[in-house]
Every structure is written in structure tokens, then in C-alpha cells.
């Protein structure tokens, strides 16, 4: 078999057909319904068995064809732009003469139809598979707001983004990437108000990928971030439709990809994954106490190991003195540098983590329970940890889960490790050096052209309104500066009427 | 795509580097873990000959906390060693210590009267010298009894010694006017200042010294040996010459503006007592020169409310009022009196400071006195300008004593 | 790999001067002007403000002056090529020794004040990383980091100040003015030499600041600030300490934060001075380092300055070891280096603008 060679449908059925069994190796999800009549074999009808609607197949195709197939062959003219456009009942039919695309439009789920002494064949939309339904989000949960999540089919996903902006404004791009599973990706963004070297940015950085397979949007968010030399995430991931119109609202740019229900959204700030989609249907006083809160949780989960050892091994003079003798009693015992005791405690809590999201859900109850006791009880009784570090790992753990976006709750994580290292040999010191190191870092990152830490440094004083507080929408009258170069004014100044 | 791994092996080289500088020599310079420690909550300094005891009151930790509630052990250790310098002598408890000790918990320093004698110069500048050492801590002398002595005894409301002194003197220098805290940044202050000498407060044993040490000792209600903080001994320099009673104590803080809150009692016209609260007090010394004499103008604003009515006496009427507040200065005229008059003729110590006022607000005046000060100090004269308010008579107004059935 | 021009906001460049003359000073002032001016020293203060704030904006006005040109440019048009070449190298190695001073006096006051066994130089090698890599980024670098950092440095200085006012005791300013003028003006040079004359490292940062109808406002603003803050650190550490302990501690300031107590809990909370001033003798330092490098650059016409990070990471702990012997040295070389910043700012500074000015004036007429 050489499809090189043969490019295009031979005029012959027969041989048509045995090409296209060969060239799947007489794959048993092929299905070949041949159609005779008196004068033999007259047509074919090649589809996928699971990728196509069975629906669609028998009484639409096959139903027709059938019945019409005599009179259609009475006609004179054109039979196949016949059949194409008087007799196929459905909504999108291709004529192709080429195999490559017919492999493609194949594989896509739809249904090709042969015909006798005919080098093109028509292509019928018949795809049709268990899909599963829109469901409610399960990694980023909110308690006000819609409760409809991603799904992995890409037509579905574009179809929530529309429903959310009914403008035709709202620009989409597809493409295929991936040589061999030529995943069907999408680019959206809002014509009007995204910058389009952002746009051009993405579509050239998606344009350079050249990778054999696409399964999910976490290969292209590391296909095309800007630097792979950080733990912070550059690209923003999110299973939430209302979260991606509002970024497209702010011009951001949306890349959706076939077959997994997170959609990437970019350019990302760092503040952006400490922001959560109910921020903005609570009202704005709440919101901004709970992005603070946010933000303390980051700091909690970031320095409070840390600040436990350095305070507890260098710096004991900074204790209250109740409290040192508290802690030193607690200690009294305790086999191992406080150092070790908070790294074997936050790598036992990491290994349960772990083990709770990779086990099956009726099991998980059982790893908690033990993982409390193990944690929480045995090992304080023991003598093995002291109470107040099983205090401050769980303070860390809880807080690490406020943080909404997984992505930065992990790095946040990883990056605590080396702080908590640094701590337990310069004391605060560590810290203050790994902090700016951290700082530093942070400010050297990109998201598409953007800073990473945008409107904290460059400071825009105009950003504030929607970074760490969130003021009433009344005054959001304008979009972030950066991400919306142009058509800033997003809502004009109401009328304000005399009631 | 090999620059980018030349990049990161670059940067994870210079980590690397970085990290094995940064924990292989880090080792353990100046990691202490929380039980190596001998956490040090008080210290009684004696001489002992021409040798320094340092004696170091140690928590011990298990018996402090709420879990396990103590077994009947004394909650604290005392460790003592003797040398020719502070410093040495400290560095020496570890001869019978088993961990370092750590100091800067330390609530009180207790220096023992004859080292308080010979002078405290040298043990302050150890203190202040070292950068552990914290400075709120509070110095007292011990009296009538070696320092160490006074650390020894427990009590029960407090389970460590050093806490309760603490909290004992903090407590009544706040809501008893003779007494008086001093921290050691204030006194190394007054020890360098011209024209100001420093005082500190006394502490005192009472019962027997071997009964106190034991854990018996709080197994009642009633201990019988106790720790009371009462005087102030007088320095002249960093040398200790002498004590000052209860009442010139008052007197003495009066003047420094030290009392917050007080209690002191008047007779009645009828014999019987009446007391007063002091609930706030200001005093402020102004300094004047008199035909060439240095002249104290004692300025003071007390506002204080009826405590305590044990005599007959009318206290509806607004004269009875006026005549309290007339009797009360002239009480604390005589205090203030009192207390001047001691110190100039005993002691001849400028504690109350005068010399400083005339520096600070008459510096002209005071560069031609700063020398022969001790031979004007006793010359010093006091005007008062004292003003007592009684604005409250508590919440009942006339004493229910006056109705008494026969 | 060519790189672009950079710019940095009058904002941020704001914060880089309120950060470069809060730089060591919070520490080092207070006992410098204590022990000239003892308990007038608030006076000094006083004096030192306006005159500070003169010689920022001289400084300042030098730049405008030369719209786009650095110290270095300066020079070379002063006294052409050569004699320009070796006056900036001149200033540049005031620049590198200051730096490297900054360093040194963080290990200074780390081993002194927080870990005493560790040894100096474990400190400087600590520091290498966070400098050099900050100096390579640039000055947007430098100032995105400011800008990200001074939340927090002006909220903890804040708070300091906000929670010593309980022990503030007025009577210690008292007498006021015994020891006479002399002193107060003694102790306003140093008021006025560190944290102000030294700012000349900013001729090397002026052509990067974006154009602004509010530059000179806002420059001078912050120095204003940074000057008053210094001044008030002066202040409350008399008031709180006294006169004596504020000339005779090392690092007063943070024996003054040792005393912060609200209700037995709010209290030992010198950590959040020694934070405040690692952070800014830190800013103090790459600044200067940032200076010198970008100097090194111009003057012998490099196309890159990040090459020259690794020699200059490893001067950093070499010759802040070599510094002084000790911090009994140390503090000796105060006065002269009193007598030192003055030769160079307003002196050497000075000389170079007139001269510069003349030549751009024969130039001018030349033309015409």
C-alpha cells in the first residue's frame, strides 16, 4: 500500500474499496455496506462503526438511497451533484477526491459515500458518539454561579462561549495540530478588544508546534508558555465556561482543544490564579475579603513551615516566653531537628494528597481516616513530631486549598520546600534572601509579552480596581490595561436617576 | 532546544552550587533546637570573695506544660558556678548544666546586696553587650539575703520564681506606688547621666530559706516562705548606699512620676480612716533658680475616688469633699517632704533626678552647678503646686456606717 | 544577543530613591548623628532635610541639564576621552566600593545581631546570588522588584513607628541645644553626605526613566520622604533609647525595636526592622552595583554588562571581606568617608558640570 503514490479515488468501486481495507488493515470498526442492484455493485457506504449516529446512517443515507437510488440512476446529468444535493437529507455533505481528507473526514465520523465509476466520493456529517454530557465543574466549584463545565467534545465547548457572548465579534480560528492524532484546536477571541500581537503571537506560537499527538490542553500550554524555567504557571487553565468569556471579555486569548474539557486561556497573570469566577457574582465587598483572605492563605502555605523552623531553631528570643516554654515542652523528646520533623511531616501530607486524588472515591475515605490518625494522633503520642508542627502542616495543607487555580497551589507548594531548606540554615535570613530570589524571579517571567506580575510591578493604578480587591461593577468601567490595548470602556457612565 | 537545556543545566548548576554552599556550611553555627535548650528565666548575681556566683533558674519544660500537669517535680533548675568574671562564671554552669543555657527569656536579674555595694558596673555591661540578651527584664537587689537565696523560693500562683517576681513587681508598680520597675537601658541611662542617680527596687525574704526551696513549701495555700518586694535601694554611681522605707518610696515616686495607681488613707476629723484611690496622676518637676539656690517646683495633678469609708463622716456634702482634697495634699506635700529630705540628708544621692531638670531645662544654669552638684544637691529647696481632684465617692455616696443601728 | 533600550516609570524610579537613601542609613545615622550632636540630633535632622533634598535635586538637575547622557557621557564632555575616562573610573570605583560595602554591612549586622557563630562570609556568599542575578536582569529588573517589594518594606516601617509612638518619652530631647551649633552641623553633614550626596549613582539611572511632566515632582517627593523617615528613625531612637544607648549601641534602632511592647503580646518585633533594613541596604547596593556595571559598560563601550555578573559575584565576597578588619575598623572610617562622598558630591560632580557646560557652550557658540 502506498498512499503517496495514489493520491486519488481510482473511477473503479472495487478497487477503491479494497484500498481503503488495506489501508486500514481491515480495521474491525470499518464498516463497508455495498449496494447492489441489477447491474451490480452501484454504490458503497464506508463509515467508522462508533464515530457516526446510526440514526443518521439508516434512515437518512441509507433509508433514501435505497428508495431513489433507481430513479436517481434514470436521470441524466450529474448523479452525484444530484444525490449530493437533492437526495442526502443532512445538514453537510463534502465531495472529495482525494484519500487524505477523505481518510480524515473518515476518522472524524463521517460517512463516505461511493459511488460507481465515480472518482469523487461525498462525504457525509454523520459523527455521532457517546459524548458526555455538560456537567457541573468538579475542579474549580463555586457556590453561586453557573454550574455548567467543559465537556471534551470541541464543537460543544464552542458552543458554551457562544451562548455566553452573541456577538459575531467573537473571532474563531481552528487548526489541526498533532501529525498523527490531528486534534482539532481552536483559537477564540473577541476581534474588537483583543490586541492582535497577542492573537498573532498565539497563532504563530501554535503554528510552530510539530508534535506527533495532542491529548490534552497541558501539551500545548507547555508546547507554547513562554519560558519552561519556572514552577509558576504562565498559561491559565480552566474547565469553566463563564471564566473564559470573562477573560475573552478582557481580551484574552481562548485556545480550546479537542477532547479535554480545559480550555486555556492566555496571557495569564499571577494575580489572575488567585482569582476565582464567583468573585464576581458575590457581592464586591465579600469578593475583596476573600481575594485577601486568598492572598494570606498563599502566604501561609508559602512561609508558615518556614517561619515554624527558622523562628523555632534560630530565633527563639522572638517567642513570647509562655509560648517558648509551651513549644520547648512539646519538643522534649522529639528525636529529630525540627527541620526534618517538617519536611517528614509536609512529605507525608503531600504523599496522602496524592494518594486521596489518585484513589478510587470509596477508598479515599479510609486514606483520610488513617492519614488523620497516622498524622494527627499516633505520631504526636508517639513522641515522633510535635504537636504544634502537626498544627502548623495542617494550617499549610488548608490553605494550600484555598489558593483556587491548582496550578499555582502546586508550585506554591514545591517552592515552600526550598524556602522551608533555606530557613533551616540562615533562619529568617533564608527566607528574607529566598523571597526576594522568589520576587526577583517572578518579575523576570512573561505570559505572550505581558509581565507576569502586571499591575503589581509595572504598578497600574487603573488595574487595582480588579487585582487583589474587586470593586462594585458600577465602577469597573474600563478593562485591564495591557490584556484590552484597545476599546478599553466597558461600560459608560449610567445616568443616574432621581428615584 | 539545546540552548534551553544549556540554560537550565547552568541554572541548576549555579543552584546547586549555591545550595551546597549554603547548607554545607551552614552546619549548625547558631541552630539551636528547642530542646537543647536551657531556657533561663532568672539570674541572682552574688560575690563571693573576689569572685563572681552566678546562679541561673532553668524551666524545665515538661513540667510546665498542660498535658502533663507536672509530676510533682519542681518545675525549675538552679544551676550555679563561681568566677572571676560574670562572663566566665556563665560559661562555667555548663559544668554542671546539661545544656547551654539561653538567656534571652530572662525575666529578672537579682544582684545581691554586696555585690550591689562594690558596684554594678561591670555586671551591666556583660548584659548589654550581648546580643541575646533581651532588656526587658527587671533588676532588683536582693535584701537582707544573698540573690540566689530569693530565686530559690517557689510559689504557687506563679510555677517558676523568676515569673513571679516578675509579674509581683509589674502587678505593684502599676497599682502600688512604692515600688518601681527598672529596666536595664534605663538604669545603664541613669548611670550615665549627669545629675541623676539610679534606684532599684528590693526584694525581701521572708520565713525560712531551706523551707522555701522545698516543693512542700507550695503544697498549701498559706506557703511560708515568700518573696516580698518592698523599698528601694539607693545608689550613688553604680554603688548601692543605702534602702529607702515604704513611705519615702512613695515618696520618691511621686516625684519620678511613676505612680499610676495607689492607695493611701487619711484620718477622719473623728479619728477612723478614710482611703482614697489614686486613679491618675501626673507630676512634673520644674526647675527655677532662687537668689542663686536651686529651687524644685513640684507640679502636680491627682485625681483620685473615695475607696473605702471606715470613720463617721458626711460625704453628701460638697465641704466634706473640699476638705479631703485640702487634707490629701498636705499628705502628699508631707510624703514628698519626707522623702527629699531623707535621701538629702542621708544619702545625698540625686535620685529624684534634679540635677537632670536643671540640665534639661535650664542648661545655661546647670553647666556652672554641674560640678559641685553633691554639695547643692542637699540645698536643693521644694515649692509645690499640687492639685487633687475627688470627682467620684465610688458608687455608694454617703457611708452606710452613719445609719448603724445602735 | 542585542538588547533593547530599557525604561523604568518615575514611579518606580520614585521608589528606588526612597530605597537607596533609607538604604543602610535607618541603622547606621542614628548613632553617627547622635554622637556629634547627642540629644539635638533631631536638629541635625532638621537641617539635613532641605539641604538633602537641595543636593538630590542638584543631582537631578544635572541630568536635565544632559537630557539622555549618564555620569559617564558627562565626563567624556567634560574633559574629553581620556582625562573624562579617568575621572569616571574615578567615580565608578566610588560606585563599586560602596556597593560592596552595602554587603558588607548586612553581614556585619547579620553576625552581629541575629547569628553570631555564622560566619561573615557565608553571609556575603548568600548575598552573591540575589544581587548578581538582579544586576543582570537590568534596571527594569531592579525597579519591578522595587516596586513589588516596597509594599511591604513601608508597611513594616509603619508599623514600627506606628508601635514605638507608646514608648516615645519627649523629655529626652532635652536640653535642648547644649552641645552648640558645631555638633548639630556636624552631625547634619552626615545627614547630608550619606544619604543624599551619595545619590549620584543615579546619574547612571536618569536616562533610563520614561519622560514625565511629573519626574521632578515625584523624584524630589521621595527623597523628601526618605528623608523624613531617616529623620524620624533619629528621633524616636533618642526619644525611646536616650542619647547614651543611641550613641553607644552598634545598631541602635534595633535595640529601640526590642522595646516595642503592646500588652505583653505585641512585642519583640526586631525582626521586622532587621527585614526592613536587609531589604534596603540591599536595594542601596544593586543600585550602586547596577551603576557601576552599566558605567563599566559605557566607558569601555561593551555591547553586554552580563558577562561581567560571575567577576563581579566573586569581588562581591572577596572584597567586602576585605573591607575592614573588623566592625571596630569598620565604624572608624566613618569621617573620612564623610570627607570622601563630599569630594565626589557635590565636589568632582560639580567640576565636571561646569565644565561640561562650558564646553557645551563653546560648542553652541561654535555653531552659531
Not at chain 1, 455521532?128 to 471534551?152: C, I, L, Y
Not at chain 1, 488548608?398 to 497551589?409: Q, R
Not at chain 3, 566600593?97 to 560566619?119: C, G, L
Request: include cysteine; glycine fraction near 6%.
Amino acid at each position: 500500500m502506498n498512499a503517496s503514490v495514489d493520491k486519488r479515488l481510482d473511477r473503479k468501486l472495487m478497487s477503491n474499496l479494497s484500498f481503503i481495507r488495506a489501508s486500514f488493515g481491515n480495521s474491525q470498526d470499518l464498516v463497508i455496506k455495498e449496494m447492489n442492484n441489477d447491474n451490480g455493485l452501484q454504490a458503497a457506504l464506508v463509515y467508522m462503526d462508533g464515530l457516526t449516529d446510526s440514526t443518521v446512517i439508516h434512515h437518512v443515507i441509507l433509508d433514501y438511497f435505497m428508495s431513489e437510488e433507481q430513479t436517481a440512476s434514470r436521470k441524466s446529468g450529474n448523479r452525484l451533484l444530484y444525490l449530493k444535493n437533492a437526495v442526502l437529507a443532512v445538514g453537510e455533505t463534502v465531495t472529495i477526491s482525494e484519500w487524505d481528507p477523505l481518510f480524515y473526514q473518515l476518522l472524524s465520523g463521517w460517512a463516505v459515500l461511493l459511488l460507481a465509476d465515480s472518482p469523487d466520493a461525498i462525504c457525509v456529517a454523520a459523527e455521532g458518539w457517546k459524548d458526555r454530557n455538560v456537567s457541573e465543574p468538579t475542579s474549580q466549584v463555586v457556590v453561586r454561579g453557573p454550574m455548567e463545565a467543559f465537556t471534551e467534545n470541541i464543537a460543544t465547548n464552542r458552543a458554551l462561549i457562544r451562548r455566553k457572548i452573541k456577538d459575531p465579534q467573537l473571532w474563531t480560528e481552528g487548526m489541526e495540530i498533532g501529525k498523527i492524532t490531528k486534534t482539532s484546536v481552536s483559537i477564540m477571541y473577541l476581534r474588537n478588544v483583543a490586541d492582535e500581537k497577542i492573537v498573532e503571537e498565539v497563532r504563530k506560537r501554535l503554528g510552530e508546534i510539530n508534535i506527533d499527538g495532542i491529548l490534552e490542553s497541558g501539551y500545548i500550554e507547555e508546547l507554547i508558555q513562554d519560558t519552561a524555567l519556572t514552577p509558576f504557571a504562565t498559561i491559565y487553565n480552566t474547565e469553566r465556561p463563564d471564566t473564559i468569556a470573562a477573560g475573552l471579555l478582557e481580551g484574552r486569548v481562548a485556545i480550546l482543544v479537542d477532547g479535554t474539557p480545559f480550555v486555556l486561556l492566555v496571557p495569564a497573570l499571577f494575580i489572575q490564579f488567585f482569582q476565582s469566577a464567583e468573585d464576581y457574582y458575590q457581592r464586591a465587598d465579600i469578593s475583596t475579603l476573600l481575594r485577601i483572605l486568598r492572598f494570606i492563605a498563599f502566604m501561609i502555605t508559602l512561609l508558615a513551615p518556614s517561619l515554624y523552623i527558622a523562628i523555632t531553631t534560630f530565633h527563639q528570643e522572638m517567642l513570647p516566653t509562655s509560648l517558648l516554654i509551651n513549644l520547648a515542652a512539646q519538643r522534649e523528646g522529639v528525636p529529630f531537628p525540627a527541620f526534618i520533623e517538617a519536611l517528614a511531616m509536609e512529605l507525608t501530607f503531600e504523599i496522602l494528597r496524592e494518594a486521596g486524588v489518585r484513589m478510587p472515591k470509596t477508598v479515599g475515605q479510609a486514606v483520610s481516616i488513617v492519614g488523620t490518625l497516622v498524622i494527627g494522633q499516633a505520631a504526636v503520642d508517639a513522641g515522633i513530631v510535635s504537636a504544634a508542627m502537626v498544627i502548623i502542616v495542617s494550617i499549610t495543607a488548608i490553605s494550600s486549598f484555598v489558593i483556587p487555580a491548582t496550578s499555582m497551589s502546586i508550585s506554591v507548594r514545591m517552592i515552600r520546600f526550598v524556602l522551608m531548606g533555606l530557613a533551616a540554615s540562615f533562619g529568617l535570613f533564608g527566607i528574607l534572601l529566598g523571597y526576594i530570589l522568589l520576587v526577583l524571579h517572578l518579575n523576570s517571567l512573561q505570559s505572550f509579552g505581558i509581565p507576569y506580575m502586571q499591575s503589581f510591578s509595572p504598578f497600574i493604578w487603573s488595574n487595582q480596581k480588579d487585582t487583589l480587591f474587586r470593586l462594585p461593577w458600577t465602577k469597573m468601567r474600563t478593562r485591564a490595561v495591557a490584556t484590552a490595548e484597545k476599546n478599553l470602556v466597558r461600560q459608560r457612565p449610567r445616568n443616574k436617576q432621581k428615584i | 532546544m539545546s540552548r534551553f537545556t544549556r540554560r537550565v543545566g547552568k541554572l541548576l548548576l549555579l543552584m546547586l552550587v549555591w545550595s551546597i554552599a549554603a547548607s554545607a556550611v551552614s552546619g549548625c553555627w547558631n541552630r539551636r533546637e528547642l530542646d537543647t535548650l536551657g531556657i533561663q528565666l532568672g539570674t541572682a548575681i552574688d560575690k563571693v570573695g573576689n569572685q563572681y556566683r552566678v546562679s541561673v533558674q532553668v524551666v524545665i519544660p515538661s513540667e510546665l506544660s498542660a498535658k502533663a500537669g507536672g509530676g510533682g517535680r519542681s518545675p525549675v533548675a538552679m544551676y550555679e558556678a563561681t568566677a572571676p568574671t560574670v562572663f566566665e562564671a556563665f560559661r562555667k554552669l555548663t559544668e554542671t548544666s546539661s545544656r547551654k543555657i539561653y538567656s534571652a527569656h530572662i525575666r529578672v536579674l537579682i544582684i545581691g546586696e554586696s555585690l550591689a555595694r562594690e558596684g554594678i558596673a561591670n555586671v551591666l555591661d556583660l548584659l548589654s553587650r550581648n546580643p541575646e540578651a533581651r532588656t526587658d527584664f527587671y533588676l532588683m537587689i536582693a535584701h537582707d539575703a544573698p540573690a540566689n537565696q530569693i530565686l530559690k523560693i517557689l510559689t504557687s500562683l506563679e510555677k517558676i520564681p523568676a515569673e513571679n517576681l516578675f509579674y509581683a513587681l509589674d502587678t505593684s508598680a502599676k497599682t502600688w506606688a512604692p515600688t518601681t520597675t527598672v529596666t536595664i537601658e534605663s538604669l545603664i541611662e541613669q548611670l550615665v547621666t549627669d545629675g541623676i542617680s539610679p534606684v532599684l527596687t528590693g526584694v525581701r525574704l521572708e520565713g525560712k530559706a531551706r523551707q522555701g526551696e522545698n516543693i512542700s513549701n507550695i503544697q498549701q495555700a498559706d506557703s511560708r516562705t515568700r518573696t516580698r518586694i518592698t523599698g528601694l535601694a539607693v545608689f550613688h554611681s553604680d554603688k548601692l548606699i543605702g534602702w529607702l522605707n515604704e513611705n519615702y518610696s512613695k515618696g520618691y515616686n511621686y516625684i519620678m512620676d511613676n505612680v499610676t495607681s495607689t492607695v493611701g488613707h487619711q484620718t477622719c476629723p473623728d479619728g477612723g480612716y478614710i482611703v482614697m484611690e489614686v486613679l491618675r496622676n501626673k507630676t512634673k518637676l520644674i526647675p527655677k533658680v532662687v537668689d542663686g539656690k536651686p529651687v524644685i517646683k513640684v507640679k502636680m495633678k491627682q485625681v483620685a475616688s473615695v475607696a473605702d469609708v471606715e470613720c463617721k463622716i458626711d460625704l453628701t456634702k460638697p465641704e466634706t469633699i473640699k476638705m479631703l482634697e485640702e487634707n490629701g495634699k498636705q499628705r502628699i506635700r508631707g510624703v514628698i517632704q519626707g522623702a527629699v529630705e531623707h535621701v538629702q540628708k542621708t544619702y545625698n544621692s540625686d535620685i529624684f533626678g534634679f540635677g537632670n531638670t536643671f540640665h534639661e531645662y535650664k542648661p545655661k544654669q546647670w553647666e556652672k552647678w554641674k560640678d559641685d552638684w553633691d554639695e547643692l544637691f542637699p540645698q536643693v529647696k521644694l515649692e509645690y503646686d499640687i492639685e487633687l481632684q475627688i470627682p467620684k465617692v465610688g458608687t455608694t455616696n454617703d457611708a452606710f456606717q452613719n445609719y448603724l443601728k445602735k | 544577543m542585542q538588547r533593547e533600550q530599557q525604561t523604568i516609570s518615575v514611579r518606580q524610579l520614585a521608589i528606588l530613591v526612597i530605597f537607596f537613601i533609607i538604604g543602610d542609613m535607618q541603622l547606621y545615622l542614628p548613632p553617627l548623628t547622635a554622637a556629634f550632636a547627642k540629644q539635638s540630633a533631631w536638629m541635625s535632622g532638621l537641617i539635613g532635610v532641605p539641604f538633602g533634598v537641595g543636593a538630590a535635586w542638584f543631582i537631578f538637575r544635572i541630568s536635565k541639564r544632559f537630557p539622555g547622557k549618564t555620569l559617564i557621557d558627562i565626563n567624556n564632555q567634560a574633559f574629553g576621552k581620556i582625562a573624562g575616562g579617568l575621572l569616571s573610573l574615578v567615580f565608578l570605583v566610588m560606585m563599586f566600593n560602596t556597593s560592596i560595602t552595602q554587603v558588607r554591612e548586612i553581614a556585619d549586622f547579620v553576625t552581629t545581631q541575629m547569628m553570631m557563630e555564622t560566619p561573615q562570609l557565608v553571609i556575603c556568599l548568600l548575598l552573591v546570588l540575589p544581587i548578581t542575578l538582579a544586576i543582570r536582569g537590568g534596571i527594569t529588573t531592579i525597579a519591578r522588584l522595587g516596586e513589588v517589594i516596597f509594599p511591604l518594606f513601608s508597611a513594616l516601617f509603619i508599623l514600627l513607628i506606628i508601635l514605638l509612638i507608646p514608648k516615645i518619652d519627649l523629655t529626652q530631647l532635652l536640653p535642648i541645644e547644649v552641645t552648640g551649633f558645631p555638633g548639630i552641623v556636624k552631625g547634619a553633614l552626615f545627614f547630608i553626605a550619606f544619604p543624599f550626596c551619595e545619590m549620584f549613582a543615579f546619574l547612571m539611572i536618569f536616562d533610563s526613566v520614561e519622560e514625565s511632566e511629573h519626574a521632578a515632582r515625584d523624584y524630589l517627593l521621595a527623597a523628601l520622604a526618605a528623608g523624613i523617615a531617616i529623620w524620624v528613625i533619629i528621633v524616636l531612637c533618642i526619644c525611646v533609647l536616650g542619647v547614651f544607648a543611641t550613641e553607644h549601641t552598634v545598631y541602635s534602632p534595633y535595640v529601640m525595636a526590642k522595646k516595642i511592647n503592646i500588652g505583653d503580646f505585641v512585642q519583640r518585633l526586631e525582626a521586622v526592622l532587621a527585614i526592613d533594613y536587609i531589604i534596603s541596604t540591599y536595594f542601596r547596593c544593586i543600585i550602586y552595583g547596577y551603576a557601576f556595571v552599566r558605567g563599566l559598560q559605557q566607558l569601555f563601550k561593551l555591547q553586554d554588562h552580563r558577562f561581567m555578573m560571575r567577576p563581579f559575584g566573586f569581588l562581591i565576597v572577596g572584597y567586602a571581606y576585605f573591607l575592614a578588619p573588623g566592625i571596630v575598623a569598620f565604624v572608624q572610617f566613618d569621617v573620612a568617608w564623610l570627607f570622601w562622598v563630599f569630594t565626589y558630591s557635590p565636589g568632582l560632580l560639580l567640576l565636571s558640570y561646569i565644565a561640561a557646560r562650558l564646553r557645551q557652550g563653546w560648542s553652541k557658540k561654535g555653531e552659531g
